[in-house]
């Protein structure tokens, strides 16, 4: 029986049918396999843990399903669960590895790359440059060169997009303007989200009519393009995206989509584009400095569109950062992933089911963050969720890990020294419950929690400087 039709956000089916190239019939086909095969590519990444090589959707409507693996022995489940199976030799751990040691050995130069990223389709990291025999001698140096990178000619370079502004967009002093992202809450005080090379902390704002807005919180460009305005009562925060028709598309939660999702950008120049998600984790190199863990898209962008939304389905994806090409011939575009600005100034996103406090979380009650997880024994996982906090102070680090019953769970906090992520603090005492308590110099921090016997739920509640 063909599966039950889903009714896209207003307008984002005929954007797909425009930037895509699809009729109605197929792109609402690939929204419905996109929902259906994501949970599946989420589930056996956890299943598969150390073997995992990555996941994507292929085809114009994303009905395939491909899972990579480093073990043969993986394909029944692979098959069982809905999906392809394809064999390589390399693991996703390994392969960020190998991209991190790149990182360290280029240097900070867009004569020698613009980007870096890892290709999961092809089991390999791919490194973008306008010089492509002075960056392989680099990469060759740092012993990481061979079959599992390869080394690009390419015109790629990528710029932040703010020059210009329509629509959606909010002004910085007399001229600059930017586009807005996403509403959120920290607490009670409303805001929005957008790329951190629109404005500096303390500047302020005046919306799309020029009537007093808000005022930039915190703002981090370059190594991270992302920042918050906190608006004045005048100003209400809803879950609501621009559609570029006079409509708009509602914001249910920001779950990330994978690769080969379809992905949508409203930003104040060209409005609603669409396109596919590429690469996960890229290193773009502008002008003003390297920006870490963008998402790579074909969506298009142009000046002004900076700060905008990007949204897969009704999911929130992240901020639109920078790019090259146009909406005339096409171009490439990255955008910063959401899930980190929530995390690294502790906000909420405004969504359609509401911003209810949250619920108590058993004996790690009283914390400024708090994420839920599941293990099985000799798994772990990082949080907070999957990636890491920044903060700009030092000050105390306080964890607190709440698990289930019979089980042996240790907690650690990490902090990132260069490209490699050090343990700088313990707590794997026997039994589910650790505390950690640690003072520290300001920088990127994440925990990670660790199933040494049992597995189950678990709560890991913490706060920052």
């Known amino acids: 029986?063909?599966?039950?039709?889903?009714?896209?956000?207003?307008?984002?089916?005929?954007?797909?049918?425009?930037?895509?190239?699809?009729?109605?019939?197929?792109?609402?086909?690939?929204?419905?396999?996109?929902?259906?095969?994501?949970?599946?590519?989420?589930?056996?990444?956890?299943?598969?843990?150390?073997?995992?090589?990555?996941?994507?959707?292929?085809?114009?409507?994303?009905?395939?399903?491909?899972?990579?693996?480093?073990?043969?022995?993986?394909?029944?489940?692979?098959?069982?669960?809905?999906?392809?199976?394809?064999?390589?030799?390399?693991?996703?751990?390994?392969?960020?590895?190998?991209?991190?040691?790149?990182?360290?050995?280029?240097?900070?130069?867009?004569?020698?790359?613009?980007?870096?990223?890892?290709?999961?389709?092809?089991?390999?990291?791919?490194?973008?440059?306008?010089?492509?025999?002075?960056?392989?001698?680099?990469?060759?140096?740092?012993?990481?060169?061979?079959?599992?990178?390869?080394?690009?000619?390419?015109?790629?370079?990528?710029?932040?997009?703010?020059?210009?502004?329509?629509?959606?967009?909010?002004?910085?002093?007399?001229?600059?303007?930017c586009s807005i992202a996403f509403s959120v809450l920290k607490d009670t005080q409303a805001g929005f989200v957008t790329a951190g090379h629109c404005g500096v902390k303390g500047s302020a704002t005046t919306g799309f009519n020029r009537v007093p807005q808000g005022v930039f919180q915190a703002s981090t460009f370059p190594v991270d393009d992302y920042a918050w305005v906190a608006v004045n009562p005048a100003w209400t925060a809803t879950p609501a995206v621009d559609n570029g028709q006079g409509g708009t598309v509602p914001v249910a939660g920001a779950k990330p989509a994978i690769e080969g999702s379809s992905v949508c950008r409203a930003g104040a120049t060209t409005d609603w584009r669409c396109g596919l998600i590429q690469q996960r984790d890229a290193s773009v190199t502008y002008p003003q400095g390297t920006v870490f863990g963008l998402t790579r898209t074909t969506v298009c962008a142009e000046g002004g569109d900076s700060g905008g939304a990007f949204i897969s389905a009704n999911q929130a994806q992240g901020i639109t950062s920078g790019g090259s090409g146009d909406c005339n011939l096409g171009g490439v575009t990255y955008f910063q992933p959401l899930l980190e600005v929530l995390s690294a100034y502790g906000l909420e996103l405004r969504t359609t089911r509401g911003n209810p406090p949250p619920a108590s979380t058993g004996t790690c009650t009283g914390y400024s963050s708090t994420y839920d997880g599941d293990l099985k024994a000799g798994e772990s996982a990082y949080q907070p969720r999957g990636i890491y906090y920044t903060t700009k102070v030092a000050g105390s680090h306080l964890g607190c890990l709440d698990g289930p019953q019979g089980a042996d769970l240790d907690l650690y906090l990490q902090k990132l020294a260069g490209t490699t992520w050090t343990t700088v603090a313990t707590a794997d005492g026997a039994g589910p419950d650790e505390n950690i308590a640690y003072t520290g110099t300001p920088g990127r921090y994440r925990y990670k929690v660790s199933a040494t016997a049992g597995s189950g739920a678990y709560t890991l509640g913490f706060s920052a400087p």
């Open 1 to 177: 029986m063909r599966a039950a039709r889903v009714a896209p956000p207003p307008g984002m089916l005929e954007a797909l049918q425009r930037d895509l190239s699809l009729n109605a019939a197929q792109a609402q086909d690939r929204l419905l396999n996109e929902a259906r095969l994501t949970p599946i590519a989420e589930r056996l990444g956890k299943v598969l843990g150390p073997r995992f090589a990555g996941a994507w959707l292929r085809g114009n409507t994303a009905h395939t399903l491909v899972v990579a693996t480093t073990s043969a022995a993986d394909i029944p489940l692979i098959l069982a669960s809905g999906a392809q199976a394809d064999v390589v030799t390399r693991p996703l751990t390994l392969l960020n590895t190998f991209k991190q040691k790149i990182e360290a050995s280029l240097p900070v130069d867009r004569l020698v790359s613009t980007v870096r990223y890892v290709d999961v389709r092809n089991n390999r990291v791919v490194v973008l440059t306008p010089q492509p025999i002075q960056a392989e001698t680099l990469i060759q140096a740092a012993g990481v060169s061979g079959p599992a990178v390869i080394v690009l000619p390419s015109s790629e370079a990528p710029l932040p997009l703010f020059d210009l502004v329509g629509g959606n967009a909010f002004y910085i002093g007399v001229t600059r303007r």
